[in-house]
Every structure is written in C-alpha cells, then in structure tokens.
C-alpha cells in the first residue's frame, strides 16, 4: 500500500530533550516536506527536500533540523525542544510533478512540557 | 509575499445541496498550483483537488469542482450534492514553483447538515 509512515503518533516529552520524528514514504517520491499545524494558523511549512541530499527551510524553521541521506526517508529532529514546539506535525510526499497530489503522513501529535 | 487567505472559519449547508468554500491568494510569481485539502475529525489530511496557474479549464475531481478566477486570485472549491461524510476542515495551499514553497490557508470547518 502506497502511504507516508509517520512515527510516533504521540510524544509527550520534556524541554531540552531532543527526539526525532521519522517519516517514511515508499512511492518513490522526490518531494517531501514538514508542517506543523496550530489551531486558527492551518498549516506551516517546516522545511522541505526536493531530493537526496537536497533539503531547504520552509517559513518556520527555527529549532528544527532535517536530513535527506536516502529518497524514503526525511526525519524531523528537535535538538532541543520548547514548549511553543507544542504542536501536531504532518510530513508528506509527491511526485515533484505539477499535477500530482500529496500523500500526508497520520500525523505525529507532540507535547513539551 | 506569498499568502492564503480563507474568510470562512465556519460553514453549514444541508446535504444534497452545494457548497462553495472560499480562497484567495498572493503571489507575484506566475508559476503556481493551488491544492485542497481535507481533514476530517479523525486528523487525517487528504489531498482532493489541483489547479495550475497555467490551467485553462477549471479542475474537477469527482464531486470537487475548482472555481478558478486568475483575474481576481481566487480559487474556490464548489462540493456538489454534499453529504455527511464532507463534514471536515477543508484547508486550500498553493506551491509557488521558483520556490518550492507551500502556503496553506487558516482552514474553513464545513458542516453538513441531514
């Protein structure tokens, strides 16, 4: 089944720990992307990769990080992470083809506390 | 500046008639594809519908139809014959393509009335 894998669903953890959220497509999809969503602002773009090795910030990157270092995978990682990270973050992928749709993960609901 | 604007936080229309949900954008850029999103309850997002900037003819998918007014940078989603299982936040983004960029819109909560 073609999906985004997006682990873990839920994460309650504490300032300054750092953790990474993994995401993983197996489309073959050269773009993919982070978003956070907050209630009344939709979503916002973290940070995006249109290939291996290829990654670039979206319009809130601070205190996050990215790495591309295979096509499948594009994990999110916060080094040290704030309670204003509180937030439901959602990877997804496409084809990097005008007309394609995007496939999004289920969604990873974090809470710092 | 690029932007997303939906003016709708909230919507009712009753099953069976049709809705139009609202967005407008903002970009100066003139390569750009609009997207529709769905997010029903359960917190799932789910694409529905694609315009390019080039695109002469409206998009259609099924019951989703997208009302495309380069002129005025509007791009609404017009949902025939609604039903309950519509009843979801329904989030519109474009991707500006020189950079690769994606903006969504605040969201419009669509409710479907029996």
């Known amino acids: 089944e073609a999906q985004v894998t997006q682990n873990p669903r839920y994460l309650i953890t504490v300032t300054g720990k750092k953790l990474t959220v993994t995401c993983s497509q197996n489309?073959?999809?050269?773009?993919m992307s982070w978003y956070r969503q907050d209630p009344g602002l939709g979503l916002r773009q973290i940070y995006y990769?249109?290939?291996?090795?290829?990654?670039d910030k979206g319009d809130v990157p601070e205190g996050y990080k990215v790495s591309r270092k295979e096509k499948r995978n594009f994990p999110l990682i916060l080094e040290s992470p704030s309670p204003n990270q509180t937030s439901l973050y959602f990877c997804?992928?496409?084809?990097?083809?005008?007309?394609?749709?995007?496939?999004f993960g289920s969604g990873t609901r974090l809470t710092v506390v | 500046a690029q932007k997303i604007t939906q003016t709708q936080p909230g919507m009712f229309v009753q099953e069976k008639e049709a809705v139009t949900l609202d967005c407008t954008y903002d970009?100066?850029?003139?390569?750009?594809?609009l997207f529709w999103h769905k997010q029903p309850s359960s917190g799932e997002m789910i694409f529905l519908i694609y315009?390019?900037?080039?695109?002469?003819q409206n998009a259609t998918e099924g019951r989703y139809s997208l009302n495309f007014q380069k002129a005025r940078k509007s791009a609404n989603l017009v949902i025939s014959a609604s039903q309950l299982g519509d009843s979801a936040m329904y989030f519109c983004?474009?991707?500006?393509?020189?950079?690769?960029?994606?903006?969504f819109g605040s969201g419009t909560k669509l409710n479907v009335k029996p």
């Open positions: 997804a992928s496409s084809l990097d083809r005008e007309r394609y749709g995007y496939t």
């Open positions: 489309m073959n999809h050269e773009y």
């Open positions: 990769s249109m290939n291996v090795e290829v990654t």
């Open positions: 970009t100066s850029d003139p390569s750009y594809g």
């Open positions: 315009q390019g900037s080039y695109d002469q």
């Open positions: 983004a474009m991707r500006v393509y020189n950079f690769n960029k994606f903006y």
